[in-house]
């Protein structure tokens, strides 16, 4: 199958190229490197041994994008290119809906014009909102996101629908829910490389255990839980990869909205993720609590059990491979891919 990736050149783009090489697929890649960098591209292709055709591009230039379509002309495209930073669309929510948006309409509108057919979108748990109780379930209602990324996601997946539903019986779109995706390829040699600060705990509490940051601030430690510290779903970014391999061969072979959780069903306090990290880099990550953030919701874990069925997948990575595999990128790598 040959697939493009929009995006192809970020986190869970990079990872998801390896495994879709690693599954015998050809892969193009489309990235304007807005928030990465074409050396990870290169890395993919050291760890495959395969090559990556890949442009340089954005997602929502109709021109260009007729052009790398028409090119590429893909059994699938797996659109990841989006922004993602949370905080940062509170402050810039223009931004957020012209790029997030205006990519899909636009390769939307590319793929009727050249008759393209294979749709998977990088959608997010974060579309379950705020009242809907875990483990989350694909039939439950999407709720009322708390920031205007959150909204992105869930527009997206309107649109899509609605596309699909105009097609008659032509489109296939596979939105794809993920929970938290965290870890690096085994390698190594691919990982999370956040500019600036880190939002998330993961590549937070990675450059504690570094050196580059001096501690981790628990963003509150009074919720109703165990421990008293929020849960997450933290699921491998090479299992969610490989989740992608499924959705991409299913949205070839299907027509219709399929929707699926890309989660491991299991959740985890912030405590056990810092425990779990101190284990894997052999010594404690130093942490302090501090007030709840704004917007966090006190737990969020997936009911994975029809990606099981439907896609005869499901992640097969504990928390002790993804801190291990986390440090071995952090570790190799303190400066990302800025060296
Ligand atoms: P990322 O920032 O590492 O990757 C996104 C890539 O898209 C980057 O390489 C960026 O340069 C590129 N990009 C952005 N706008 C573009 C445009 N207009 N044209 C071309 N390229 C563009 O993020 P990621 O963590 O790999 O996330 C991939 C997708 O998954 C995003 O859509 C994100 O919203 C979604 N998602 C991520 C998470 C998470 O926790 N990482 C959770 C749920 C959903
Ligand atoms: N946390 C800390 N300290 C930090 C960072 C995070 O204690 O420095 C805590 C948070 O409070 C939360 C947990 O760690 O309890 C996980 O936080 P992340 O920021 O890593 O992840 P979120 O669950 O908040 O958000 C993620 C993605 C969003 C997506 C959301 C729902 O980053 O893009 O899941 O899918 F919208």
Known sequence: MKTLLT????????HTAVAMLEAGHEVAVVDNYYNSSPEAIRRVEQITGKSVTLYEADAADKEKMREILKAEMPDCIIHFAGLKAVGESVAKPTEYYRNNIDTTLTLLEVMKELGL???VFSSSATVYGEDNVPPFLETMPKGACT???GWTKWMQEQ???DAEFASNDTLSVVLLRYFNPVGAHESGMIGEDPQGIPNNLMPYISQVAVGRRDHLTVFGDDYDTPDG????DYIHVMDLAEGHVRAAEYAVSHKGTEVF?????????????VNAFSKACGHQVKYEIGPRRAGDVQDSWANADKAKAVLHWEAKRGIDEICRDAWKWQSNNP???GE
């Open 261 to 273: 959780n890309l989660g491991t069903g299991n959740p985890y306090s912030v405590l056990d993720m």
């Open 229 to 232: 510290t929020c849960r997450r």
């Open 117 to 119: 057919t294979n749709f």
């Open 335 to 337: 400066q990302g891919y």
């Open 147 to 149: 920031n205007p990324y």
């Open 7 to 14: 995006g192809g050149a970020g986190y869970i783009g990079s």
């Open 159 to 161: 649109i899509l629908r």
